[in-house]
């Protein structure tokens, strides 16, 4: 309590007394950062500028990976220094991956002179689009039937021993290889980063995939299931020559920046090394493989069984006089195709890809069939875009194209013939019922005819030998496609079935 008794200081004492030490404390300054002292390097060596060393847990700080994978690609160079690299490829372009033995000597005895197996895949980098993966990707399967999104090369690649592809799993390839020897995989990815991006108007930034490699050992079971290693890198795909063009213009992009701004962004490296991360959590593939686990017996690379269609069955073969029993409308098949206002947010979404709109799908996750059905024009194109907007919009209203040609058919049965017959006798008393179906023509040919009226009495078309027109005095014409372009739009015709000689089917006689 000594400073309670000292006296009152005048206001020049204590002005001088602070100018004095606000002196002092400047002393020191440029001493430490003169001319050569300052440096970059040592700033960012200090522990809080580390990646590395934030990122890996505490006991992996010294770890040594098994494996080491390397992407023959180069990284972007405007990537800021914390952030994580990115890599542009071109669609379809093969590239290779460097498949590199990190073992120290007498580390992980247990797969010397043995394979390992690994998973290769690309995923969606964003935590959004991952939750609708399986939706994104069904939805890239119904726009590009027959394709897939990675494929292996296989003649380009070295040391690989029995690559396989499920044909459910289009982003996803798997093969064996031995740490020991010289092993390089050439992968190529068929799907661009646009195609993914909720609006397509041009101009639209892509979004990232990444490519995961996943390393398993051979368990007691002789099955590649123990996890050993794993790996991804960040990238995006363009179009054929667009990452050539895109690495240019980020290149140019950093020369015209400011030598400050430059030690923000992280050097261009001619290779992608990628880092460790979490196994994908789709363990289920390991086990659900399309074939037998991995022997010592290697197969091929297997190809897909069938006619490319599960759900395809055999053409039921129908007498012909039975038609009248098998008869189809295609209003029945249309009204199945259109969204109802009763179809809950689970039915819209089928809807939604049946009809080829999978991008929106997240966008329109909790609409019902009602919600859908009440957007205007002017908001389905906000939403959308203009192309697949006027698109939607006319899949919501159900409107089609109008057909080039359209006949109306209706099969003659044993009852119209006796009530014809009456009626030409004179008996006006009894009246006749006939029920027309609508045949809807767009090349105007006669196999589009013969096929057209098969599918409306579910029969084969082998089953039809030829079409006539009963032409003047009874004669039967045979209709040609010429005879077909000259049809009047909304002819009525009736179908008569006769025997053919030459063969076990019929012809079909238009009246």
């Not at 440096?39 to 700080?61: C, G, R, T, W, Y």
């Not at 992407?71 to 220094?81: G, Q």
């Not at 010592?296 to 039975?322: I, K, L, R, Y």
Request: aromatic share 8%.
């Amino acid at each position: 309590m000594a400073w309670a008794l000292k006296l009152p200081l005048t206001d020049e004492v204590i002005e001088s007394g602070l100018v004095q030490d606000f002196d002092a404390s400047l002393s020191g300054i440029g001493q430490e950062l003169g001319a050569g002292a300052y440096s970059m390097s040592d700033v960012l060596a200090l522990p809080i500028f580390k990646q590395e060393e934030s990122n890996l847990p505490p006991d992996s700080e010294n770890k040594i990976l098994p494996f080491q994978y390397v992407l023959c690609a180069a990284t972007s160079p405007a990537i800021k220094l914390h952030d994580e690299t990115l890599t542009y490829l071109n669609q379809g372009q093969s590239y290779e991956i460097r498949m590199l033995d990190n073992r120290k000597l007498g580390e992980l005895p247990e797969i010397t002179g043995k394979m390992v197996k690994s998973i290769i895949r690309v995923v969606f980098h964003d935590r959004r689009l991952q939750y609708t993966e399986h939706q994104q990707l069904e939805g890239w399967r119904w726009n590009r039937p027959g394709d897939r999104i990675l494929d292996l090369d296989i003649p380009m690649s070295v040391g690989m021993v029995d690559p396989r592809a499920n044909p459910t799993q289009l982003n996803t390839v798997e093969f064996l290889w031995d740490p020991s020897k010289r092993t390089s995989v050439f992968i190529q990815v068929h799907c661009i980063s646009t195609e993914f991006t909720m609006r397509k108007h041009g101009g639209e930034k892509g979004v990232p995939f990444r490519i995961q490699i996943d390393t398993f050992k051979e368990n007691d079971g002789e099955e590649y299931t123990e996890h050993q290693h794993s790996a991804s890198c960040q990238v995006k795909v363009f179009k054929p020559k667009g990452a050539d063009r895109k690495q240019k213009t980020d290149r140019e992009k950093m020369e015209k920046r400011a030598p400050q701004e430059k030690e923000k962004y992280q050097p261009s490296y001619e290779t992608t090394i990628l880092t460790e991360c979490s196994p994908w959590p789709e363990v289920t593939y390991v086990n659900n493989s399309p074939s037998p686990g991995f022997n010592s017996t290697h197969n091929s690379f297997p190809v897909a069984e069938g006619n490319g269609s599960p759900g395809h069955q055999p053409e039921p073969v129908v007498q012909v006089a039975d038609l009248s029993s098998h008869l189809l409308t295609r209003d029945s098949e249309s009204v199945h195709q259109n969204l109802l206002p009763a179809a809950t947010p689970q039915d819209a979404q089928q809807w939604l890809h049946r009809n080829r709109f999978s991008p929106f799908c997240r966008l329109f996750t909790n609409f019902s069939g009602a919600d859908l059905l009440k957007l205007t024009r002017e908001d389905v194109i906000q939403i959308c875009g203009p192309a697949d907007g006027i698109r939607l919009f006319n899949a919501l209203k159900g409107r089609v194209v109008r057909p080039r040609l359209t006949v109306y058919v209706c099969q003659e049965s044993q009852q119209a013939r006796e009530q014809q017959q009456k009626h030409e006798n004179g008996d006006t008393a009894s009246s006749t019922f006939f029920v027309y179906h609508a045949i809807y023509l767009e090349d105007l040919t006669a196999v589009e005819l013969t096929e057209k009226i098969a599918q409306l009495f579910n029969i084969s078309p082998r089953q039809i030998s030829q079409i006539f027109k009963q032409g003047p005095t009874g004669i039967h014409v045979l209709v040609s496609d010429e005879m077909i372009q000259n049809f009047q739009d909304e002819v009525c015709f009736v179908l008569d079935t006769m025997k053919a000689e030459t063969n076990d089917g019929y012809h079909i006689i238009l009246k």
